[in-house]
């Protein structure tokens, strides 16, 4: 029945001139239906009596129906009135709802869906950890990621599809918020009994060993690495690209073969791997989060964001940044 009474409430006000209504008016055709006295209405909105006859003047035109008729008592409403209370009271109520989340947001009773775009090394490195606290403490914030399209990532912001992205920034998005999460270096991974790895690797014998690579776009044999090697008089050989950072440790782990991965990536995975430091070789990159002003100032989008820099530090260690907030 309110499902029914909803559409008859929303077919009305989409055929009747909404540019005579406001929700001033709403709100009192809400106090009038519920306390069906104009003395009583206008002390429950904190208008005077005067005020509140000539809004409810206003709404028997908008609603060219008297919706309220004098009785014994009080007032009586109409067979519209009657129509209108129920999904009246739940389309303000959902309003009320809206308008307190977004300066107040309970992580146990909150409601939210955040969308997220990322690569799948930050999924694996960030978003399980979060995905597996959030059950723990908000059960009612879902989470739907998306691919990182970094050619329309600003777009993808500015319009709302997506609500953070967890990636390298680009400076040229001045319009964009960003907060620095961490600072990402490589490891040398192998199976475990791997006969060429040791700690101390020098750069002739790392070039000798048989790589695999990821190439994001798919296809490429080469990547900054390479050029790094190169100055150091070293050319490494790569017999295979990947297109997923995911999919090398088990490749790696039942071969010969061997990668440079992000260290974070292999959380969980050390017991089957040996992880071997490369210190002369400096290449590193950043991940920040980086979300657009329209949901800066929500609560829940700002409690995400801060349980994010939790999560990634490893319970927060104090850190609250001040542009989170």
Known sequence: MVYVKSIIFYSTIHHMDTGRIDLNLLLTLEALLAERNVTKAAARLHLSQPAVSAQLSRLRDVFDDPLLVPAHRGMTPTAKALDLIGPLREALDQLRITLHSHKDFSPAR??????????????????????????????????????????SMEQQLSRGEIDLALTTPDPS??????CHLYTETYVLIGRRDHPSLRPGLTP????????????????AFTTPIDEALAALGQRRQ????????????????SSDLVALVPRRQLRGQADRLVLIDIPWLSEQFDVSLIWHERSHGHAGHR??????????????????????T
């Not at 998005?173 to 960003?178: A, E, F, P």
């Not at 002739?204 to 296809?219: M, Q, T, W």
């Not at 790569?238 to 782990?253: G, K, N, T, W, Y």
């Open 173 to 178: 998005h001045v319009h964009l918020r960003t």
């Open 303 to 324: 409690w995400i964001r801060n349980l994010l820099v939790e999560v990634v530090t490893d319970k927060g260690n104090g850190v609250r940044l001040p542009d989170l």
């Open 204 to 219: 002739g014998e790392f070039a000798k060993l048989e790589h695999v690579i990821v190439s994001p776009s798919g296809g």
């Open 238 to 253: 790569v017999v295979m690209s990947a297109a997923s950072f995911l999919f090398v440790p088990e490749i790696v782990s």
């Open 110 to 151: 909150g409601k939210l869906t955040v969308t997220v775009a990322c690569t799948d090394y930050v999924q694996a490195a960030v978003l399980i950890p979060l995905a597996v606290t959030l059950r723990q403490r908000a059960p009612g914030v879902r989470l739907a990621v998306r691919h990182w399209d970094p050619a």
